[in-house]
Structures are given as structure tokens and as C-alpha cells.
């Protein structure tokens, strides 16, 4: 059986996860966990998404990162982390294995998954896999600061409701 995988940043991003409530506002509190844990920052995450809603110029383009007090854009999500210096990327059609691969190497995967009973799109952070567990998130749907365990079967179906998106959060 293979072994487990941890993200070595687990523990910080455990520590600092923000619970969202009742809020559509998964991302920024994805977001601001990430930040505060890697950074050591005191990102609110309530700011953050209110300042999310706001689009913003990038070079000649003026950017829209989230539909406000609603849903927030891949591309937004990136921008936000790009704006506090860390390199990342979205894509559509990853893997398992490039999940595994962040994992082992130190880097995040945020993947987008989807439910359509009741309809609605999360983010979470991954942390860690487990062969008979499943995959290991930070997850800002709980007030609690654990990990949340989504097992193999139900994560690949939610992941694949939307392509496989997934935005990847490269550590230095």
C-alpha cells in the first residue's frame, strides 16, 4: 500500500484557517488563510472579498476577479496571490498525480469542485492525500481546525463537475 502525503505547510495553514460562515465567500477566506500562513500577514478575509468585488486595472486590462458577494473567478484568485508576491497558475484538466506531485514538492492545489444537488462550486485547499482516506483539506465551510476528508470516489466526481479546474500555488 502506498504511504500517505503530507503538505509540509499543513500544520501553518491548519492553524490559520478562516471559517467563512454563511458567506458565498470561500475563495477570499481560502485566500487569506493561505496568506496569513505562508506570510505571517493578519489578512482579514471579510476585507479581502469586499476588496475582491472591486475589478482592478492590470497593465491595460481592467481585471474582474468575482461576481461581488457572490462568486470568485479562477483568474481572481491568481491575481490576489500574484498581488502579495506569489507565483501561481489555473488550468483546466489536471490530474491526481499533479495533485500528488504539489503535494510532495510543497506546493498548494486549490481545486474547484462542484455539487449539483443543492447547485454550488467550492474551493479548498489541499493538504494532504491518504490511500484509504481520501484527500486531506483545509476547508473553510467548517469552524474547525482539522483537516476535512473527502474520500477518493466523491472528490474525483465533484473535481470532474468542473474539468478538473484547479489553481496551483507555487512556494518558493
Not at 17 to 22: A, E, M, N, S, V
Not at 85 to 91: H, L, P, V, Y
Not at 110 to 129: D, G, K, N, Q
Request: aromatic share 12%; charged share 15%; glycine share 6%.
Amino acid at each position: 500500500m502506498k504511504h500517505s502525503i503530507h503538505s509540509p505547510h499543513e500544520a501553518a495553514i491548519i492553524d490559520s484557517l478562516q471559517y467563512q460562515g454563511t458567506t458565498n465567500d470561500c475563495a477570499p477566506y481560502t485566500i487569506a488563510t493561505i496568506l496569513n500562513a505562508l506570510t505571517g500577514t493578519k489578512i482579514d478575509a471579510s476585507a479581502l472579498a469586499r476588496n475582491m468585488d472591486k475589478p482592478v486595472w492590470r497593465g491595460v486590462f481592467y481585471t474582474i476577479r468575482r461576481i461581488p458577494r457572490w462568486a470568485t473567478f479562477p483568474w481572481g484568485i491568481v491575481d490576489v496571490f500574484r498581488e502579495h508576491g506569489i507565483n501561481a497558475n489555473w488550468g483546466l484538466f489536471f490530474s491526481t498525480d499533479d495533485l500528488k506531485h504539489n503535494l510532495e514538492n510543497g506546493n498548494l492545489s486549490l481545486p474547484i469542485i462542484c455539487s449539483f444537488h443543492p447547485l454550488s462550486a467550492h474551493v479548498l485547499t489541499l493538504l494532504a492525500w491518504h490511500p484509504l482516506k481520501g484527500w486531506g483539506f483545509a476547508n473553510t465551510q467548517h469552524n474547525t481546525h482539522r483537516l476535512d476528508w473527502i474520500s477518493n470516489k466523491q472528490f474525483i466526481k465533484q473535481w470532474n463537475f468542473t474539468a478538473r479546474l484547479l489553481i496551483e500555488v507555487h512556494i518558493q
